[in-house]
């Protein structure tokens, strides 16, 4: 389509900016949610490759279907709560947006724990939403294309504002200009900046051959500058009330900065900005991205999450219909260790001990909630560590926990953790006998060179003392030399040193 031109971004365009979002919250693992339709199902490869480039999986892809029913929006949102992924993208249209929203906030999606991401396509056009949908999406996260506000713009909404409340008089003037509406503005007066440049009044017209039962498309004429006109709409760039107006690329519009907001009650807050640049930050400057002070680590502002938390949610939950993790517990001949009994009014295994205690701890630290029940080892018939471990081989248990020594037979079956004591274990290493019975050890720290040159320098020490001794008439340097010279002169090299 070569008279194509699109004066809007494209919705790949977006991708990267959400991609960010979730590096800098630490989510490993999101769920794609969109409408069966060429709108929803467009956005898919890019925001899967933009994840990839991040590690980041997409284990499941609910895909809604265009004309679903509030029946089939349950069923859809069931599915997802059954699964252990907290994070969702929501790429769909507005109403069916809504929608799913009103349903989630019913089945209690909106609680804590849980994190959303909407795309731009509803985003941008937040303020027009209906006030209880908003309300019931408290707590979602957006990513919206980013106007930057001027006189002009404050003139042309109040304009615009006058003009709507004249046409809708029994609508709520809460109806704002969105971003949608200022790319259509754009659009106009750059088609009318290029028709006015090219002139139309000189255009020849080529009408069409009449068909029957044609329609009105069928029966327009051709303009003959239209190729002409094409490019003068191309090549204009103007500053718009959308931003830079600019399709030189691709013949279509593109986008540079992307607002982050968060919904909270029946409004919304910006929380940062995104660009290719400087990725994401809380604060634009004329100037680009300023950064004062110490930033956090995803450099956004604080963020209301869903059910009103101020914490970030971990991405990950195991749901409560899912499978809890067998934990099996054997009371140790040392009870400081692990000590386990059988309460038999709660039906549950109780347990305590420093074991019970390093495992519970760890599992603290965990990233993600770990749901697990301890089952006790039965001792009465099979009481040794060998069948216990052997249960886990079995898959009786998922794990065990309990006093037990790392031995190879066992190893063979299951595999163990680090040993929270100390093993034992001792190193075993080869010793030079010679060199310790050698008498001469004391020689070994310097080489041969190095005693060779230390015994010159003493030598030459020596002379140079006795020389100096006996010039100054020292009356034990005088007569024949003797041991009793050399000791001196060895004495006073020593004093001298």
């Given at each position: 389509?070569?008279?194509?031109?699109?004066?809007?971004?494209?919705?790949?365009?977006?991708?990267n900016?959400?991609?960010?979002l979730?590096?800098?919250?630490g989510?490993?693992?999101?769920?794609a949610?969109?409408?069966?339709?060429?709108?929803?199902?467009?956005?898919?490869?890019?925001?899967?490759?933009?994840?990839?480039k991040?590690?980041?999986?997409?284990?499941?892809?609910?895909?809604?279907?265009?004309?679903?029913?509030s029946?089939?929006?349950?069923?859809?949102?069931?599915?997802?709560?059954?699964?252990?992924?907290?994070v969702?993208?929501?790429?769909?249209?507005?109403?069916?947006?809504?929608?799913l929203?009103?349903?989630?906030?019913?089945?209690g999606?909106?609680?804590?724990?849980?994190?959303?991401?909407?795309?731009?396509?509803?985003?941008?056009?937040?303020?027009?939403?209906?006030?209880r949908?908003?309300?019931a999406?408290?707590?979602?996260?957006?990513?919206?294309?980013?106007v930057?506000?001027s006189?002009?713009?404050?003139?042309?909404?109040?304009?615009?504002?006058k003009?709507?409340?004249?046409?809708?008089?029994?609508?709520?003037?809460?109806?704002?200009?969105?971003?949608?509406?200022?790319?259509?503005?754009?659009?106009?007066?750059a088609?009318a900046?290029?028709?006015?440049?090219?002139?139309?009044?000189?255009?020849?017209?080529?009408?069409?051959?009449?068909?029957?039962?044609?329609?009105?498309l069928?029966?327009?004429?051709?303009?003959?500058?239209?190729?002409?006109?094409?490019?003068t709409?191309?090549?204009?760039?103007?500053?718009?009330?959308?931003?830079?107006?600019?399709?030189?690329?691709?013949?279509q519009?593109?986008?540079y900065?992307?607002?982050?907001?968060n919904?909270?009650?029946?409004?919304?807050?910006?929380?940062?900005?995104?660009?290719?640049?400087?990725?994401?930050?809380?604060?634009?400057?004329q100037?680009g991205f300023?950064?004062?002070?110490?930033?956090p680590?995803?450099?956004l502002?604080?963020?209301?999450?869903p059910?009103?938390s101020?914490?970030?949610?971990m991405?990950w939950e195991i749901?409560?219909?899912g499978k809890?993790?067998?934990?099996?517990?054997?009371?140790?001949?040392?009870?400081?260790?692990?000590?386990?009994?059988?309460?038999?009014?709660?039906?549950?295994?109780?347990?305590?001990?420093?074991?019970?205690?390093?495992?519970?701890?760890?599992?603290?630290?965990?990233?993600?909630?770990?749901?697990?029940?301890?089952?006790?080892?039965?001792?009465t018939d099979?009481?040794?560590?060998?069948?216990?471990?052997?249960h886990?081989?079995?898959?009786?248990?998922?794990i065990?926990?309990a006093?037990i020594?790392?031995?190879?037979?066992?190893?063979?079956?299951?595999?163990?953790t680090?040993?929270?004591?100390?093993?034992?274990?001792?190193m075993?290493v080869?010793?030079?006998?010679?060199?310790?019975?050698?008498?001469?050890?004391?020689?070994?720290?310097?080489?041969?060179?190095?005693?060779?040159?230390?015994?010159?320098?003493?030598?030459?020490?020596?002379?140079?003392?006795?020389?100096?001794?006996?010039?100054n008439?020292?009356?034990?340097?005088?007569?024949?030399?003797?041991?009793?010279q050399?000791?001196?002169?060895?004495?006073?090299?020593?004093?001298e040193?």
């Amino acid at each position: 389509m070569p008279y194509f031109v699109r004066a809007t971004p494209d919705d790949s365009a977006q991708v990267n900016s959400i991609a960010s979002l979730i590096q800098a919250y630490g989510w490993r693992e999101v769920v794609a949610v969109y409408d069966d339709t060429d709108y929803g199902r467009g956005i898919v490869p890019y925001l899967t490759d933009a994840l990839q480039k991040i590690d980041v999986r997409v284990p499941y892809r609910s895909v809604i279907p265009s004309l679903a029913t509030s029946e089939t929006i349950i069923k859809k949102l069931n599915e997802l709560m059954a699964m252990q992924t907290r994070v969702f993208i929501v790429h769909m249209s507005s109403t069916m947006t809504s929608l799913l929203f009103m349903k989630a906030k019913e089945l209690g999606m909106m609680n804590q724990g849980f994190a959303w991401i909407t795309t731009s396509g509803v985003a941008n056009i937040m303020d027009t939403l209906n006030p209880r949908v908003i309300e019931a999406m408290s707590g979602v996260l957006g990513v919206r294309y980013h106007v930057s506000r001027s006189q002009e713009l404050d003139n042309l909404s109040k304009r615009w504002n006058k003009m709507y409340l004249q046409d809708n008089p029994d609508e709520s003037p809460s109806n704002k200009l969105s971003i949608v509406g200022l790319w259509g503005y754009d659009a106009i007066w750059a088609l009318a900046r290029a028709a006015e440049k090219v002139g139309v009044s000189n255009t020849t017209n080529n009408p069409l051959l009449s068909i029957k039962n044609s329609t009105c498309l069928e029966s327009m004429t051709i303009s003959t500058k239209g190729r002409e006109l094409l490019k003068t709409i191309v090549q204009n760039k103007f500053k718009g009330f959308s931003g830079e107006f600019d399709l030189t690329y691709k013949k279509q519009h593109k986008a540079y900065v992307f607002q982050i907001i968060n919904v909270v009650g029946r409004g919304w807050r910006e929380i940062g900005f995104w660009t290719v640049k400087s990725g994401l930050s809380r604060q634009l400057k004329q100037d680009g991205f300023k950064k004062t002070g110490q930033q956090p680590m995803h450099d956004l502002n604080p963020v209301i999450w869903p059910g009103e938390s101020t914490k970030i949610p971990m991405g990950w939950e195991i749901p409560a219909v899912g499978k809890k993790l067998r934990v099996g517990v054997r009371s140790s001949k040392i009870p400081e260790f692990i000590k386990t009994y059988k309460d038999p009014v709660k039906n549950a295994t109780i347990v305590s001990g420093l074991t019970i205690d390093i495992f519970e701890e760890a599992v603290k630290r965990l990233p993600f909630p770990l749901s697990y029940e301890y089952l006790e080892f039965d001792t009465t018939d099979t009481g040794s560590y060998n069948d216990f471990v052997y249960h886990v081989y079995l898959q009786e248990y998922d794990i065990a926990v309990a006093d037990i020594t790392i031995r190879y037979n066992r190893s063979l079956y299951v595999d163990f953790t680090v040993p929270y004591t100390e093993s034992g274990v001792g190193m075993i290493v080869p010793v030079k006998e010679n060199v310790m019975k050698d008498v001469w050890l004391f020689l070994k720290p310097l080489s041969t060179e190095m005693w060779i040159g230390s015994i010159i320098l003493f030598m030459y020490t020596g002379v140079v003392v006795w020389l100096l001794e006996y010039l100054n008439g020292n009356e034990h340097v005088h007569g024949p030399f003797s041991l009793k010279q050399l000791a001196t002169t060895i004495f006073t090299i020593f004093e001298e040193s």
